[in-house]
């Protein structure tokens, strides 16, 4: 009675924000660029996308603001660190920072509105998850089976060989911190509008790190962000389920059930990684590295 | 008071606490607040003023001293103060403030503010619900028991599925109490109910809170009480159309339905009585519970929601409550391992219910040890 469509919706409502935010720093590292900054765009997106429909109503139009608002945020980091070459992991820490302080200051005037219904889509399940699920396989496709997918993943590879090849390099990765910062933005959103129904400063409460951590575990790969997210909202859902049901467990081992599978996965792919032969889950091989076309 | 004379009086501060023998100057006596002086009142919040619950109402009690005093007084106030060693670092930041009393509005702040205390015998400290006192630390705590014995037998009556739902913060005496005082309550208008426990191991964290209350809804709950601070619950219960009540603050914002009522702490007439006392130099340290016939622990208005024989049912327990002809905790009472806990007529001393760490006959879920 524990597994059965119940749970299995919550589980999968529980990782859609994750599951945004994973898929849109998928792109943004595949172009070569850490950005440390997710938990930041999301809780921007997750006020904005809040405020937007609060104001409108309207709960699509606020998804809409928050991808907005993510993309917004995220050319911040853009123009610091492809224009003004700083170090991308400082950078994106301060992103994190940034937001959160941000939302907390522009947030006190929605604190204890209550959010517009969401429309529930197909079978019952908002439109947001369905869109989720829809954009693994389009990702995956995007990166794989298409030229501008191939670019992207050059530039990532190796920057200095692309740029000899003559692509834009600096162009393709702002345009693939945009993306990921629009999909973050909306795994906030998803998080005050669809599973909160309202905001609270501080509320995404670490999914952005989560996100991050579930990239790496992913081998940058879509169907493996999707495997993450929902490994972890599995865990997350099912120890409150359990404590609910009242099975007796340790309460303390189920509420640190989630991080210690999230540290396991973590363990066992860099263990693959480290054994096996070219495979394809090694990271981007100009991850993290700036690129200066002078040099 | 610019960087120098703050550095200075941090000092002057600090060195008395050092020296041997400044323990006996600790006991200063009390001497009022000159007129034309102005006390500084400093408050730590555990959330977001905005929280809607907790923190919110401690902060209406501090907008209460500034109504009171008016310039008698300045208030400041830090909010979303982590329990643990931060806390000592926000409470030594007011009292270099030149705040001469710091409220601390959270169980979890009690080592910080005993550890700052020492370090400032010349500041008062008013610790909520903790137990450690010093001379210039006293402790305040509301009864919520009380008023859990009201919503407890509101839920009772009102659930179909005679199921329940408690969101619980983590296993402390002051939430288990409410726990057991609610499900007695409960089972005394309605023996068959059953009541699920969830611990979300924060008093606040909106997302957690809002997967709790689906969690328990997807078990069959269609009465939810929390313990946590943010309306979160109460929105996941309008989402499922199931009820739920006001936590410390009234919230009514989801009114009428879910929050059919509430709990109110109303710390501003203890606030203002404190304050009072450090202007006119009466002030000393004391540990006070004060419930439902003081008022610092209110009733929300029970709304059309509820059918009005129930209504009146949890007006009149709340009625003798507060008269004190009734007690939340009266035998025969058993423990949930089945053992005696009070015999007939007998009520639990207020020694036993601070330090309680079981659940009374009936509940199935077990307390994490």
Redesign the interface.
């Known amino acids: 009675m524990i597994l059965d469509v119940?749970?299995l919706l919550?589980l999968i409502s529980?990782a859609t924000p994750i599951l945004f935010a994973a898929l849109g720093e998928v792109i943004v590292e595949r172009a070569g660029v850490l950005n440390l900054g997710v938990e930041g765009l999301m809780i921007v997106g997750a006020l904005a996308g809040f405020a937007a429909a609060h104001a409108t109503g309207s709960t699509a139009l606020g998804f809409a603001v928050a991808a907005v608002a993510g993309a917004g945020l995220a050319m911040i980091f853009a123009v610091l660190t492809q224009m003004l070459l700083t170090n991308q992991v400082a950078t994106g820490l301060a992103l994190t920072l940034f937001g959160l302080g941000l939302t907390?200051m522009f947030?006190?005037p929605y604190?204890?509105?209550?959010?517009p219904?969401v429309p529930a889509g197909p079978l019952g399940v908002n439109a947001m998850i369905w869109l989720g699920l829809a954009l693994v396989p389009l990702i995956w496709l995007g990166l794989n089976r298409t030229r501008a997918g191939l670019i992207l993943r050059g530039v990532g590879e190796n920057h200095d060989a692309a740029h000899a090849l003559g692509y834009k390099v600096r162009a393709v990765r702002i345009a693939a911190i945009a993306a990921g910062g629009a999909l973050a933005g909306m795994g906030g959103a998803y998080?005050s509008i669809a599973?909160?129904?309202?905001w609270?400063?501080?509320?995404?409460?670490g999914?952005g790190w989560i996100a991050l951590a579930i990239v790496v575990f992913a081998g940058w790969n879509p169907w493996g962000a999707l495997a993450g997210a929902w490994l972890f909202g599995g865990v997350?859902?099912l120890q409150?389920?359990l404590?609910?049901?009242?099975v007796?467990v340790?309460?303390?081992l189920l509420?640190m059930a989630p991080y210690l599978a999230t540290i396991l996965v973590l363990v066992l792919i860099s263990a693959r990684q480290t054994y096996a032969r070219g495979g394809g889950g090694t990271a981007p091989g100009s991850l993290g590295r700036p690129f200066h076309a002078l040099r | 008071m610019n960087r120098r004379t703050l550095l200075a009086s941090a000092a002057a501060l600090a060195l008395p606490a050092l020296l041997p023998g400044a323990r006996a100057r600790a006991q200063t006596p009390a001497t009022p607040v000159p007129a034309g002086e102005t006390l500084k009142v400093g408050f730590i919040y555990v959330g977001p003023v905005g929280d809607g619950g907790w923190s919110y109402q401690h902060d209406l009690g501090r907008k209460a001293i500034e109504a009171e005093y008016g310039d008698r007084v300045e208030t400041t106030f830090i909010e979303s103060v982590p329990e643990g060693a931060d806390a000592e670092r926000a409470l030594t930041q007011l009292a270099l403030a030149g705040n001469t009393l710091i409220f601390a509005t959270s169980f979890g702040f009690m080592d910080a503010v005993i550890n700052t205390a020492r370090k400032f015998p010349n500041v008062k400290f008013e610790h909520a619900t903790g137990y450690k006192r010093a001379d210039n630390v006293a402790t305040y705590d509301a009864r919520f028991y009380e008023g859990r014995a009201v919503i407890g037998t509101i839920a009772g009556r009102m659930t179909k599925s005679n199921k329940i739902g408690y969101i619980g913060s983590f296993p402390i005496p002051e939430v288990i109490q409410g726990i057991n005082s609610s499900f007695i309550h409960a089972r005394k208008v309605n023996p068959g109910v059953e009541m699920k426990v969830v611990w979300a191991y924060s008093w606040f964290d909106p997302a957690k809170e809002a997967d709790a209350a689906a969690a328990l809804i997807a078990e069959g709950v269609d009465v939810i009480l929390q313990h946590t601070d943010s309306t979160a619950p109460l929105a996941k219960a309008q989402e499922a159309g199931v009820i739920g009540f006001g936590q410390a603050s009234d919230m009514a914002n989801f009114k009428p339905t879910p929050r059919v009522s509430s709990i109110i702490d109303n710390w501003a007439p203890y606030y203002i009585r404190r304050v009072g006392q450090i202007l006119d130099g009466t002030w000393t340290s004391h540990g006070v519970w004060l419930g439902i016939g003081d008022g610092e622990v209110e009733i929300g208005e029970i709304t059309e929601a509820v059918p009005a024989e129930v209504k009146a049912e949890a007006e009149a327990l709340k009625a003798q409550i507060a008269s004190k002809a009734y007690h939340p905790f009266t035998g025969p009472l058993k423990k949930q391992d089945g053992s005696d806990w009070l015999a007939e007529g007998a009520v639990a001393t207020d020694e036993e219910l601070s330090s309680m760490n079981f659940f009374v006959e009936g509940i199935a879920a077990q307390i994490p040890s």
Not at chain 1, 195 to 198: A, S
Not at chain 1, 200 to 205: D, K, L, P, S
Request: aromatic share 0%.
């Open positions: 119940t749970t919550l529980a907390a947030g006190k604190e204890g509105i209550k959010a219904p998080i599973i909160v129904l309202q609270t400063e501080g509320m995404t409460a999914a997350t859902v409150l389920r404590q609910a049901a009242g007796a340790p309460v303390q509420s």
